[in-house]
């Protein structure tokens, strides 16, 4: 659901002239979040604070979503490199611990409730529900989003005679998505089945013909993908993980029968794993692989997907993207991250040596904001090949 939600957030901020309301609006939001640990602040006095941690009475949202059924809610901003602009807006999130059945070991997930509005400096916006949660005792798991978005995202092509040209378009999008799996093995080995619809509307935001590559059919079509997948994970939490690796295989099918208006295959899988190298210091490491067979529509081929790299400028019809990230603990509470990798995009008439290779960097900083879901939230700062943007991270950057 999370991978969903982060797709469905992408889109273009090019106006300059609404700034000014719009970071009144980002404050507000951004505001809300940190009106915790401003009353937490306030009751120093007080040790049995909800919003205190009993271990050493620093601010820590662990009672606060356990005991009073309390909601996170979080601002984000979208400064992704592409787009050229700004923009955010603010997902209450809801965190319900799971009771552990009698004899389950391991780590038991808590059922997440998250509702999300966006607004963009040019008038964008995008709203949603979603859901993911699980049920122990029978091995399964679920995953369900609805939205909908009246967005501007750019695109980037490559031609023979003027080299690359930013494409823009507006998107009316409204995507449906459903996920369910059953755990077939001991060692959290899960076997599922996942569904997403979306009815796309494009509009070209540029004065110039629509380029030949793009057809017709691309800018008012219906997707429908089937996906089986097979995951493994023992992460020893799904936010931010200390130690474990989660690994993900996926085969979507867009065809009539799904209720697609193309007919192509994607090849998908991850490995997210994370190495405690000593107690304060975490190394995370990342490989994400996609393949795409078949009439894919432009705006799906696969990309790089990096902090600091523009979104949707890298596509190929096979993506290749690796990445570390070391986190340092320099106290209980307080963190600092370095990261960086290397992905390659592969056309589809490419080879792996005349594929396009970007690179990012950045650093950043996190607070451990609720101990006993292992949750820690902060800022990085990323940059790439004549990019760089800045993010608020809540849990782990990589998740999906």
């Known amino acids: 659901m999370l991978s969903v939600i982060k ?18 609006f980002f404050l507000i939001c951004f505001a809300i979040f940190f009106s915790l640990v401003c009353n937490a602040q306030k009751d120093t006095l007080h040790k049995e604070s909800i919003f205190r941690d009993t271990l050493d009475g620093k ?27 700004f923009g955010g807006g603010v997902a209450p999130l809801f965190i319900s611990p799971k009771k552990r059945p009698a004899g389950y070991k391991g780590y038991i ?27 122990p005792s029978l091995g399964i798991k679920y995953r369900a989003f609805v939205g909908y978005g009246d967005i501007n995202l750019s695109y980037y092509h490559t031609f023979s005679l003027v080299g690359e040209k ?18 077939i093995m001991k060692q959290n080995v899960y076997l599922g089945l996942q569904y997403l619809f979306s009815k796309n509307v494009l509009r070209p935001n540029f004065s110039d013909s629509v380029p030949s590559f793009i057809t017709e059919k691309e800018l008012n079509s219906k997707i429908g993908s ?44 991850y490995i997210n794993g994370f190495i405690p190298i000593k107690k304060t210091w975490i190394c995370g490491l990342r490989l994400d692989v996609q393949q795409a067979f078949g009439d894919v529509p432009f705006y799906l081929l696969p990309d790089i997907n990096m902090e600091g790299i523009p979104t949707a400028r890298y596509q190929g019809t096979t993506t290749i993207v690796t990445q570390t990230e070391q986190r340092i603990d320099v106290s209980y509470r307080w963190s600092i991250v370095v990261f960086g990798g290397v992905g390659k995009a592969i056309g589809k008439n490419d080879t792996f040596k005349t594929g396009t290779t970007v690179y990012n960097y950045g650093t950043g900083f996190r607070y451990f904001l609720a101990r006993a879901f292992g949750l820690r939230a902060g800022i990085d700062v990323a940059g790439g090949p004549g990019s760089w943007g800045y993010y608020i991270v809540f849990g782990q950057c990589w998740n999906k």
Not at 7 to 24: D, G, L, N, V
Not at 166 to 183: H, R
Request: aromatic share 14%; proline share 7%; charged share 20%.
């Open 109 to 135: 997930p808590p059922d997440i409730t998250a509702g999300f509005g966006m607004y963009t400096a040019n008038k964008s916006w995008a709203a949603g529900v979603g859901r993911m949660g699980s049920f």
């Open 226 to 269: 089937l996906g089986p997948f097979i995951d493994f994970d023992n992460r020893n939490t799904i936010f931010t993980p200390d130690k474990g690796m989660k690994i993900n295989l996926l085969v979507n099918i867009d065809d009539s029968w799904t209720g697609s208006d193309y007919k192509y295959q994607k090849l998908s899988g």
């Open 7 to 24: 797709s469905f957030f992408i889109f273009s901020m090019t106006q300059t002239k609404p700034h000014k309301t719009f970071c009144r």
């Open 166 to 183: 930013e494409l823009n378009f507006n998107i009316k999008a409204v995507p449906v998505f459903i996920s369910i799996s059953k755990k």
């Open 59 to 85: 601010i820590d949202l662990s009672r606060y979503i356990i005991n009073a059924k309390g909601f996170v809610p979080i601002p984000f901003l979208v400064t992704q490199p592409a787009l050229g602009g």
